[in-house]
């Protein structure tokens, strides 16, 4: 996902580690999404530096109808929306709304990223890097190419976790 566009700072360790109070899911998934493509750098470093032969990215479907907005609306509800039932007009019609005109892709559509790295040879200046749409999608942004947050985030991720990778 693109979200990781609204992360403008950096990524927010203590928000990652310790959810907010209250808890905002959008500001979440951003930062999650933002972690990935860290994490992602992170290890393609790990990775050439123990001499591995390995290729890391991370990878954007596109616009996707998924049940992501299940956490939004509320899983009971949420099914009741997209069989456009229980009589939430105004929450059926966004779900229409978004369906229709946001996210134009199926789930099969939006794998097609996914399945086209794991098929297509990667150039080594690409590895570690993201990619989005079928190409590779240059990142820019300070936050997502930040190597000490990326370091930090992996040696967080593997106290946390109680093991050594890389």
Known sequence: SRSYETVRKSFEFDNFWHRDNPYNGLKAYA????????FTQEMQRRADRSGKNWTVVSSH???TVTDIF???F??????KIKKGQGGYIVKILLWKFITTFVF???PLEGAATQVWLTTTPIPSEQKGKHFAELKFHPVTQASAIDPVAAERLWKETEEKLGMKFL
């Open 74 to 79: 509320g899983a009971e509800q949420f099914e």
């Open 70 to 72: 299940k956490g939004f």
């Open 61 to 63: 479907p596109g616009p």
């Open 104 to 106: 134009t892709k199926g």
């Open 31 to 38: 930062n999650t999404k933002l972690g990935n493509m860290l």
